[in-house]
């Protein structure tokens, strides 16, 4: 049955639209501080900041070399962006840029690139940021929520700074429910997801990455130096196919092979296993100091797994 034409929905422009945001996002970058100097390079993605992220900081007076800023349609986060940083952290060193930026295709959650080229997740962005807020009093709570997947070098880095991490299901929405539920202004993912309340209710990659420059002009130190906050503990992820009509995480070997694991690792590391949300997979992974413990616990648990019936 068709709807009558009078109850199909209208659609129209609202013109501003890209400038009010843009004036809006600059406004989250002291008025003290300019981009006068800084050499940004800044990979849009072909997605929905390739206009606004360039401009915003070339008006902030950065040198701006952009790339992924002309989509077709198709080619959004192609070869390019958060998810795929090497021809940005390549160019970033050809050109001598100081920093590089890394949006993803709707520029909800960014990569930072120093100027050596290496890349900075999620994980470091939010230590840096949260340091710097507790230190100026505004870090509500003095609380940083994550999700169970940032790596334990954050927990352990915000532990010597005295300050607090909350973990919760991997999901940028849990992250964002827990921060309502509690009061907090900071949270985020490892992928590069970076929710500051006190400006917007979810990731904005460009208002996260002015942080970062907002650091990088106050403080007058590298990229290299900024970024790279804390040494992360050695992480390894793999995925086992299984059987949607069988639960493998209620298999006695499994159980046993996790609770081993568990106890090998003591307080050097952890495991973490949960099934994909959307594939029928069982995702594995550990973090430990020792690399050797770390690969051999997590083939045992995955050969376990795989073998579940």
């Known amino acids: 049955m068709l709807v009558s034409a009078e109850k199909i929905g209208r659609a129209r422009r609202i013109?501003?639209?890209?400038?009010?945001?843009?004036?809006?996002a600059k406004t989250t970058f002291p008025?003290?501080?300019r981009l006068d100097g800084l050499k940004v390079v800044i990979d849009c993605a072909n997605g929905a900041a390739y206009r606004t992220a360039p401009e915003v900081l070339w008006e902030l007076g950065a040198d701006v070399i952009p790339i992924g800023v002309k989509p077709?349609?198709?080619n959004i986060n192609d070869n390019c962006g958060s998810t795929k940083p090497e021809l940005a952290a390549q160019l970033v060193v050809q050109q001598g840029a100081d920093i590089g930026i890394c949006l993803d295709g709707d520029a909800d959650r960014l990569m930072i690139i120093d100027e050596t080229g290496r890349v900075a997740d999620g994980d470091q962005l939010m230590a840096l940021i949260a340091t710097r807020m507790a230190a100026e009093g505004k870090l509500a709570g003095d609380t940083l929520v994550a999700t169970v997947m940032s790596n334990l070098g954050l927990e352990r880095y915000m532990d010597s700074k005295g300050l607090s991490l909350l973990r919760t299901d991997v999901g940028d929405r849990y992250v964002v429910e827990a921060m309502r539920a509690g009061g907090y202004n900071l949270g985020g993912e490892q992928s590069g997801h970076i929710?500051?309340?006190?400006?917007?209710?979810?990731?904005d990659g460009l208002i996260a990455a002015l942080q970062i420059l907002s650091a990088m002009v106050d403080s007058g130190e590298k990229a290299s130096t900024l970024v790279q906050v804390f040494d992360p503990v050695p992480q390894l992820l793999e995925n086992v196919r299984y059987d949607p009509a069988t639960d493998p995480l209620e298999n006695r070997e499994v159980k046993a092979a996790i609770k081993e694991g568990k106890a090998r690792f003591g307080?050097?590391?952890?495991?973490?296993?949960?099934?994909?949300?959307?594939?029928?997979?069982?995702?594995?992974?550990?973090?430990?100091?020792?690399e050797a413990l770390l690969r051999e616990v997590v083939?045992?648990?995955?050969t376990a797994v795989g073998q579940a019936e």
């Not at 929710?195 to 990731?203: C, E, I, Y």
């Not at 590391?269 to 430990?288: A, D, F, H, N, Y």
């Open 299 to 302: 083939h045992n648990i995955v």
């Open 31 to 33: 008025r003290r501080f």
């Open 15 to 24: 013109e501003g639209d890209r400038t009010r945001y843009m004036e809006f």
């Open 72 to 74: 077709d349609g198709f």
């Open 195 to 203: 929710v500051l309340r006190d400006f917007v209710t979810t990731g």
């Open 267 to 290: 307080k050097e590391g952890r495991v973490l296993i949960r099934k994909s949300g959307t594939e029928p997979l069982i995702r594995v992974m550990g973090e430990c100091t020792d």
